[in-house]
């Protein structure tokens, strides 16, 4: 299959145009078109990234120096993930949210283990805080925010929000639109309004992982195969946030249970209590497990700490399994010991010892 690189951008629903750095543009025809042009951090005009002391999730990777100080605008997955890094580095880190608390998708005991270890490590984090304006001088830079306050660091880091690529791809020829962050929207089959048009990946906005996007493309392939097939679910797409200690998640949170008025118990293994994490001293985090006390049921899986994002995908093939998923599978299986995977059967007893 040949490769064509370069610029490209939609001449009409069957027909690509491709324009290399240099020489002329060539056209590809197909009867499908998948759109999977990415996204890039989100640039507000009122911010100068073109000054050194100023950058986003991606120039930050070539910044030349060691910052003593440095304020990440945006406490999202990204904002989060660098606050981490930057303070575990021994960076003075302060971390300004738009919002009340971090993470709000995700459990709220997973959000506040978070922040609290955040701080612990040395972060400060500033809640419910809004743009003003920015100062970038030579030798530092000062955030001004809505309420007043300054905030002095050697640089900056605007992490709120990121754009999909989709500017340049002449959308208007086939009657697209994007909306105002450059994100496509397509139904459950990654069909955009053109149906032979299809958008995957970052362009369509959440949840806008990487294990997400190859999934995607391939469900779009798929559907182009046989239209027939059964809608992705995205509920089973596990959340991976690379934080120290780092997090992952699949299914409900108990706050959407408790609007749900959907009986729940939970059931916790702090890691602690495992053998595996006191050999590896690594004993920060836990697994909780949010199940149906009547049909007993796995509703959702939430895990905090090394190795969340590995530990996570033994939940998430419970909770696929129509066969399989009953909060009871873990207490009736046997897992090597010591492992962290064990955490499963502790954190199953503890939430079934809680049914009355």
Known sequence: MPIYSGEARLIDA???????ASG????VTATNIVIAAGSRPYHPPEVDFTHPRVCDSDSILRYPEHP????????????????????????KVTLVNTQDRLLSFLDDEIAEALSYHMREQGCVIRHNE?????????????????????IKSDLLLWANGRTGNSDKLNLEAVGLKSNSRGQIAANEHYQTGVPNIYAVGDIVGPPALASA?????????????????????????????????EISSI?????????????????????KALARAQMSDERVGMLKIIFHAETLEVLGVHCFGDRASEIVHIGQTVMASKDLNDIRYFTNTTFNYPTMAEAYRVAAYNGINRLT
Do not use: W
Not at 14 to 20: C, L, W
Not at 72 to 83: D, F, L, S
Not at 130 to 142: G, I, S, T, Y
Not at 217 to 243: C, F, K, N, W
């Open 68 to 91: 003593f100080s440095v304020t990440i605008y945006g406490a999202g997955v990204i904002g989060c993930e660098y606050a981490s890094i930057f303070t575990n580095l021994g960076v």
């Open 213 to 245: 996007a190859y999934v995607q493309g391939s469900h779009a392939a798929q559907h182009i195969l046989d239209p027939a097939i059964e809608p992705h679910r995205l509920d089973m797409i596990p959340s991976g946030i690379y934080t120290i200690p």
């Open 14 to 20: 069957n027909t690509v145009e491709v324009q290399p």
């Open 24 to 27: 002329k543009a060539q056209r």
């Open 130 to 150: 809004q743009f003003k304006a920015l100062e970038a001088r030579e030798r530092d830079v000062v955030l001004h925010l809505e309420s007043g306050r300054k």
């Open 251 to 271: 299914g409900r949170t108990e706050r959407e249970l408790q609007e749900a008025k959907v009986p729940y118990e939970v059931g916790h293994c702090q890691f």
